[in-house]
């Protein structure tokens, strides 16, 4: 099975920057398409960001566009999300995900993402 293991959240204000990372093992990290969910005390887990298992495209979630990027190192195995101009709003246990389908499409559909990473908290005051 593809092991997912996230880290860099925190603790930091709004307005500020953090960045995520995502660390893969088992399995080909460069035929994954790369997914960020978010999701908040009692609430549904939401579709943040996602990279193309090519690294041809990528998919933003309304709420992030422009502040958030997504990336992927594959000689790391590792994908990032930068997260710039943080709101409130931002905070949540972040997942990162794989899709092993090795789609023509980028998806932002959580059904599609078999492996799951532990999450991260990001915490955004102010």
């Known amino acids: 099975q593809v092991q997912l293991i996230e880290s860099g959240g925190g603790l930091v204000q709004a307005g500020g920057s953090l960045r995520l990372s995502c660390a893969a093992s088992e399995g080909t990290f460069s035929s994954y398409t790369m997914g960020w969910f978010r999701q908040a005390p009692g609430k549904e887990r939401e579709f943040v960001a996602a990279?193309?298992?090519?690294?041809?495209?990528?998919l933003y979630a309304d709420f992030v566009k422009g502040r958030f990027t997504i990336s992927r190192d594959n000689a790391e195995n590792t994908a990032y999300l930068q997260m710039n101009t943080l709101k409130p709003e931002d905070t949540a246990v972040y997942y990162c995900?794989?899709?092993?389908?090795?789609?023509?499409?980028?998806?932002?559909?959580?059904?599609?993402?078999?492996?799951w990473g532990q999450g991260t908290q990001v915490t955004v005051s102010s």
């Open positions: 995900a794989a899709d092993t389908r090795r789609s023509y499409l980028t998806s932002r559909n959580i059904k599609n993402y078999g492996y």
């Open positions: 990279v193309h298992w090519t690294g041809a495209s990528t």
